[in-house]
Every structure is written in structure tokens, then in C-alpha cells.
Antibody, heavy 121, light 106 residues
Framework: QLQLRESGPGVVKPSETLSLTCTVSGDSITSSSYYWDWIRQAPGKGLEWIGSIYYSGHTVYNPSLKSRVAISVDTSKNQFSLRLSSVTAADTAVFYC?????????????WGLGTLVTVSS | DIQMTQSPSTLSASVGDRVTISCRASQSISTYLNWYQQIPGKAPKLLIYAASSVQSGVPSKFRGSGSGTDFTLTITSLQPEDFATYYCQQSYTTPYTFGPGTKVDI
């Protein structure tokens, strides 16, 4: 059974860089037809897609965050990571990693449990 | 970006009820529409993909329909575990966007 687990600091200071890692177990991150995504949810708010990475390193980002986001993959560890720079209180959210089936019809079928990151001094 | 809207934002129902949630896209997305269920404190769970296909392991009480810009999620015979927030999401083009959610409560 595929499992995804987010890890990283729960608190980040304003203007610093948020870094999270998603560890995938139960399947290889190099499986074809799947991208690996980050999605966030601010407290009491809806879901916002951040970006995707393929095991080859190809990335796609949400234009609203593109200038501050970097997603990377480490196939040897079966992990992918998110870096979000210059954070503010508005970046406080639960961050989810998810697997996305990229061929039609394209959906998020497995999600991690999520990790809350609070931006605070 | 494609904007997704949902109605109603909150829906009060009783156990055994049949409920319908609407989702509208700001432009045609064919059937690139997915539905997720989120129970408080939990990750979203895929229910329906491609507008009407039920994800493996999801009971057939969840039904999706629609194409183009208008979609619906119908839940029959509501059970206590179905009280949650439901989100639609378009996968037609990036950035992938979600609706604001419909909370189904008692």
C-alpha cells in the first residue's frame, strides 16, 4: 500500500525558507505516469496546488508561487522536497504531498497526512 | 486560471438523506473534474475522477455527473461518516484549482 509522509519544521520565521520532505513508501517514485505534488491548505481555507515534479526532475509550478518555490526529487531515497522562500504569515498552512496520475484523467489519488507549518517569529 | 465555484457552501442534512453538490468551472474543462472528501483533521480522499468514475474502494453511493462547466456530486443514503467537506478540482490545465468546498453537516 502506497504511503506518503511529510516531514520538516513546524515553525518557520518570516522571510526565511520553508523546507519539507515527502517520503514515499510502498512504491517507487520512478513509477511512470505519476507526478509528485505539493498542495497546501491555510487554516480554515480551501486547497491550493503548489507544484509537481516527475522523477526525471521535470517540474511544474503554480504561477502564483513560482518565484518562491522549488521542488526537487531524490530517487535514491524515494523522496521529494519542497522549498518555499521568503515566507510570511500568509504561508501558514497544512502542507500535503500527493501522488498525481498524470495521464488522462489526471487526479490526486494518494495523499500524505499533512504537516502544519506556522510562520511566526 | 480556471476558477471553480461550488454551491451550496454548507448543506445541512440528516442520516439517510440524498444530497447534491454543484460545481462550476469558469471555462469548459470537458470531464477533467475530480471530487474529494475531507474529514476534519484528515487528508482529502479521492472519490470521483473524470467527472463520473468512482475511485476504487469508494462506495457506489457517491455519484458524479456533468461535463463542460457544470458538474454535480450526489451522495445517497447519508451515513454519519459522510459528514465532511467536499471539494471539486479541475485537472484540465495548470494551475490545478479546487473549489472552495461544500461542508455537509448534520
Amino acid at each position: 500500500q502506497l504511503q506518503l509522509r511529510e516531514s520538516g519544521p513546524g515553525v518557520v520565521k518570516p522571510s526565511e525558507t520553508l523546507s519539507l520532505t515527502c517520503t514515499v513508501s510502498g512504491d517507487s517514485i520512478t513509477s511512470s505516469s505519476y507526478y509528485w505534488d505539493w498542495i497546501r491548505q491555510a487554516p480554515g481555507k480551501g486547497l491550493e496546488w503548489i507544484g509537481s515534479i516527475y522523477y526525471s526532475g521535470h517540474t511544474v509550478y503554480n504561477p502564483s508561487l513560482k518565484s518562491r518555490v522549488a521542488i526537487s526529487v531524490d530517487t535514491s531515497k524515494n523522496q521529494f522536497s519542497l522549498r518555499l522562500s521568503s515566507v510570511t504569515a500568509a504561508d501558514t498552512a497544512v502542507f500535503y504531498c500527493a501522488r498525481r496520475f498524470d495521464s488522462w484523467p489526471n487526479y490526486f489519488d494518494y495523499w500524505g497526512l499533512g504537516t502544519l507549518v506556522t510562520v511566526s517569529s | 486560471d480556471i476558477q471553480m465555484t461550488q454551491s451550496p457552501s454548507t448543506l445541512s442534512a440528516s442520516v439517510g438523506d440524498r444530497v447534491t453538490i454543484s460545481c462550476r468551472a469558469s471555462q469548459s474543462i470537458s470531464t477533467y473534474l475530480n471530487w474529494y472528501q475531507q474529514i476534519p483533521g484528515k487528508a482529502p480522499k479521492l472519490l470521483i475522477y473524470a467527472a463520473s468514475s468512482v475511485q476504487s474502494g469508494v462506495p457506489s453511493k457517491f455519484r458524479g455527473s456533468g461535463s463542460g462547466t457544470d458538474f454535480t456530486l450526489t451522495i445517497t443514503s447519508l451515513q454519519p461518516e459522510d459528514f465532511a467537506t467536499y471539494y471539486c478540482q479541475q485537472s484540465y490545465t495548470t494551475p490545478y484549482t479546487f473549489g472552495p468546498g461544500t461542508k455537509v453537516d448534520i
